[in-house]
C-alpha cells in the first residue's frame, strides 16, 4: 500500500523535483521511499517514484520502483493483489526473490503481457515501463479502489494517486475547469473522469493507459482502453442466473468468506470497522470465523443521540467476541477536522461522512495497520432507502405522465397544478427525460444549482446504456459507476491514508460484484426488504433483533453547524465583494440565497428546499480554493 506519482516527458524534470512531488504523499506510505529516473526512447524520460505503507513482506525486498529479474520492466504499484499466492503458483518458473504481490505483477506481465490485469484479483492502481516495447502502462482496478490522477501536457505525461504531486510539478497551471463547479454542488463530489482542474483527469475504473514512446506509422502515442466495464459484466451475470435461493445463498456466503480471508492476509495487525450494521457486522463475523484470536473491532460514537449507533456496535461485539474499541467523538472533534479536508482530499469533496471516517481511521491506527470495512454492500443489494423510493416512483410514472400532461393544457398553466401538488407527487410527475429515470430531484433543488452557476446540467445522462426497464437495478449500475468509485471509494481512500491506514472492503471483491449481477432482483429487495440476502447471510452469524434497525449511516448536522459555528466564515465566502473578485459564481444570486437560507435553513422533509447539502459543498470548495487556488 503506497502513494506512487511519476512522469513520461522530454522535458527536463530533475530528481529533485520528483523527490519532492512523491513527498507530499508521505501520509500514504512512510515506511520507505523510492525515486527513480530512466533514460527512454524518442527523447523522452521516465520518471517513477513511490512512498510506501509496508503491508507484505516488511523487507528491503519489497521496495519500489521494483524491476523484473533481466530488468526488461520496472513497476510502481499501489493497492493490493489478493490472489497474489494462486498466480505465484502459476508463475513458478519466475525467479521470485521477495514474498510480496508487487513481484507477480512484474512476472505476470512477463507471461501475459498487459492482459496479465484481468487475472488480478484486488484494488489496484498500476505504472509500468517496458524497455522491450517502449511503452509505459496506467492501470486502475475494476472498480475504482485506488486512484490515479494524470495531466497530459502536449507529449508529456505526468501521473499520481493524489493531484498533490501533480500540483507540485514544475510548470503544471492551476487553471480551473468551471464546468465541473455545479455538477460539483449538485452532486457532492467529482465524477471521473473530471477533476477540479482543466488539464487534469482521473483514469476510469477497469481502464488501462497505453503511452507509446516511440509510436509506429498510425499508431496513437497514447491511448485509453477498457479491460472489464459494469455494463458488460451485468449482462454476462443476467445471462448466468442462479434462481434456487438457497443455492444463491450458500455460494455468495462462500464467496464472501473467502473473500474476507484473503484480506485478511497481512504482516501487519489488523482490524475490522464495526458500526453495527448489517455489512460490517457480516464482514466482522467472517473475519472472527477465519481468526484464531478475537479480532480487533473500532467503532465511533456521538454525543447526539440521534447519530450515536455505538451501542449497535457493541452489542454485535459483544456477541463476536471481538476485542472491541469504542471511542465517544465531540462535535467539537468533528470540526477541527473540516479545515484539513482539503488537505488530504486535494479536490473539492463534500460527503459530510467523511469526517466520522477519518476520526473511525484515526482510532483505528493506533493499533491496527489494515482494516476491513463493508462498503459495497449497499450498491450491490440495493441497501440504499433512495431505491426504494424509486420502486415506488416507477409504479406511478404513468400517473406523473398523466399529471404533467394535464397541467400542460391550456388554461391550468396559469393556475400552477404542478405547484399545488405535495412534493414527492410533484417530483415524479415532472421526470420526464429517459435520460434521468432515476435521479429524481426537485425543480427547487436544481433551480438553487442554476441560481449559484447558472447551468443545471448537473446529472448523468448514461441510464439508458445499460437497456434495464427496472428503476432500482438501473440506479444501481449507476451508481457502482459513478458515486460508487467517485464518492464513497474517494472518502474512504483519503480518510484511511490520511492516517497511513490501509481500508480493505470485502465486498467489492469482483467474485461478490459479479456473483450479484447473477441473482434475481427480488433477492435484494424481497417485498421490501433491501439486502435480503446479505441480511439471511447476516443472520446466520448475528441475531435478528441485534441487527434490524432503520439505516442511518455516518451523518454530521451540517445545518447546525453551517448556521453556528461555522456561520461567519460562510458569510464571508457568500459576500457579494468577495463572490464578484472570484468570479466563479454569480454573485448577487449566490449571496442571496445563501443570507436567506442562514436565516430560514432548511425547509424540513418534503419540501423540495433543503439546500443544507448544497450550501456544504459551496463551503468546501470555498475552503478548497482558499488552500489552492490562492497558494
Known amino acids: ?13 530533475t530528481l529533485e523535483d520528483l523527490t519532492a512531488m512523491n513527498d507530499t504523499m508521505y501520509h500514504r506510505g512512510p515506511n520507505d521511499s523510492g525515486v527513480e529516473i530512466y533514460d527512454a526512447a524518442g527523447g523522452y524520460a521516465v520518471g517513477f517514484a513511490q512512498r510506501r505503507l509496508s503491508i507484505m513482506d516488511l523487507s528491503p525486498l519489497g521496495h519500489q520502483p521494483m524491476h523484473a529479474a533481466d530488468k526488461r520492466v520496472s513497476v510502481v504499484f499501489n493497492g493490493e493483489i489478493y490472489n497474489f499466492q494462486e498466480l505465484k503458483k502459476e508463475l513458478s518458473g519466475y525467479p521470485f526473490r521477495s514474498q510480496c504481490d508487487t513481484e507477480v505483477i512484474l512476472a505476470a506481465y512477463e507471461k501475459w503481457g498487459i492482459d496479465c490485469v484481468s487475472r488480478f ?11 522491450d516495447a517502449q511503452e509505459v502502462y496506467l492501470v486502475r482496478d475494476r472498480i475504482g479502489k ?24 514544475p510548470g503544471f497551471d492551476r487553471k480551473l475547469n468551471p464546468d465541473i463547479l455545479p455538477v460539483f454542488l449538485y452532486q457532492q463530489y467529482i465524477p471521473e473522469p473530471d477533476t477540479i482542474f482543466e488539464q487534469v483527469k482521473k483514469l476510469c475504473p477497469g ?40 443455492q444463491a ?31 460490517s457486522s457480516l464482514m466482522t463475523a467472517m473475519a472472527q470465523e477465519a481468526s484464531e484470536a478475537p479480532v ?14 455505538s451501542g449497535y456496535a457493541s452489542a454485535v461485539a459483544k456477541h463476536l467476541g471481538t476485542q472491541h474499541t469504542e471511542e465517544i467523538i465531540r462535535e467539537k472533534q468533528m470540526l477541527e477536522l473540516v479545515e484539513s479536508i482539503p488537505q488530504y482530499f486535494d ?13 473511525v481511521s484515526a482510532l483505528a491506527r493506533k493499533q491496527v495497520t489494515v482494516a476491513l470495512s463493508g462498503d459495497g454492500g449497499d450498491e450491490f443489494f440495493c441497501g440504499y432507502q433512495m431505491y426504494q423510493k424509486l420502486g415506488q416512483a416507477q409504479k406511478l410514472d404513468a400517473a406523473g405522465a398523466l399529471v404533467y400532461g394535464i397541467s400542460r393544457l391550456p388554461g391550468l398553466k396559469q393556475v400552477n397544478l404542478l405547484g399545488r ?3 414527492s407527487v410533484r417530483t415524479i410527475a415532472q421526470n420526464r427525460d429517459k435520460r434521468y429515470k432515476t435521479q429524481l430531484c426537485s425543480d427547487k433543488y436544481l433551480a438553487c444549482v442554476k441560481s449559484l452557476t447558472g447551468s443545471d446540467q448537473v446529472r448523468f445522462d448514461r441510464e439508458l446504456d445499460y437497456h434495464v426497464k427496472n428503476w432500482q437495478i438501473r440506479r444501481m449500475l449507476l451508481d457502482m459507476d459513478t458515486y460508487l468509485p467517485g464518492d464513497i471509494l474517494c472518502k474512504v481512500d483519503r480518510a484511511s491514508m490520511k492516517y497511513s491506514l490501509e481500508a480493505r472492503c470485502p465486498i467489492l471483491d469482483q467474485r461478490v460484484m459479479e456473483y450479484s449481477f447473477r441473482l434475481p432482483h427480488s433477492f435484494k429487495d424481497h417485498n421490501g426488504c433491501q439486502k435480503y440476502i446479505l441480511k439471511e447471510i447476516a443472520y446466520d452469524y448475528i441475531p435478528r433483533e441485534l441487527l434490524d434497525r432503520k439505516k442511518t449511516g455516518f451523518s454530521v448536522p451540517l445545518d447546525k453547524w453551517l448556521r453556528g459555528p461555522l456561520k461567519d466564515k460562510l458569510t464571508d465566502y457568500a459576500s457579494p465583494a468577495f463572490l464578484k473578485q472570484q468570479g466563479l459564481f454569480d454573485a448577487d444570486a449566490a449571496s442571496k440565497l445563501i443570507a436567506d437560507w442562514i436565516g430560514a435553513g432548511d425547509g424540513g422533509a418534503y419540501t423540495g428546499s433543503n439546500y443544507s447539502r448544497i450550501i456544504w459543498a459551496f463551503f468546501i470548495f470555498q475552503q478548497w480554493a482558499e488552500r489552492y487556488l490562492q497558494a
Open 1 to 13: 500500500m503506497c502513494g506512487i506519482s511519476g512522469f513520461i516527458s522530454k522535458r527536463r524534470i
Open 121 to 131: 484479483n484486488g484494488m489496484f492502481a498500476i505504472a509500468l515501463y517496458d524497455r
Open 146 to 169: 485506488k486512484p490515479l490522477y494524470y495531466w497530459e501536457d502536449g507529449e508529456n505525461l505526468v501521473f499520481a494517486s493524489e493531484l498533490k504531486p501533480i500540483l507540485a510539478c
Open 207 to 246: 481502464t488501462i493507459l497505453r503511452f507509446r514512446l516511440q509510436p509506429d506509422n498510425g499508431q496513437k502515442r497514447r491511448e485509453c482502453f477498457s479491460y472489464w466495464s459494469i455494463k458488460e459484466s451485468y449482462q454476462k451475470g443476467i445471462a448466468d442466473p442462479v434462481t434456487d435461493f438457497s
Open 249 to 279: 445463498k450458500a455460494e455468495l456466503k462462500a464467496i464472501l468468506q473467502k473473500s474476507v480471508k484473503s484480506r485478511m492476509e497481512a504482516d501487519v495487525p489488523l482490524g475490522t470497522f464495526l458500526s453495527g450494521g448489517y455489512d
Open 296 to 309: 480487533k473491532t473500532f467503532s465511533i460514537g456521538f454525543e447526539e443521540k440521534q447519530y450515536d449507533e
Open 347 to 359: 479536490e473539492p469533496m463534500a460527503d459530510s461522512s467523511e469526517i466520522p471516517t477519518m476520526l
Open 421 to 423: 401538488l405535495p412534493f
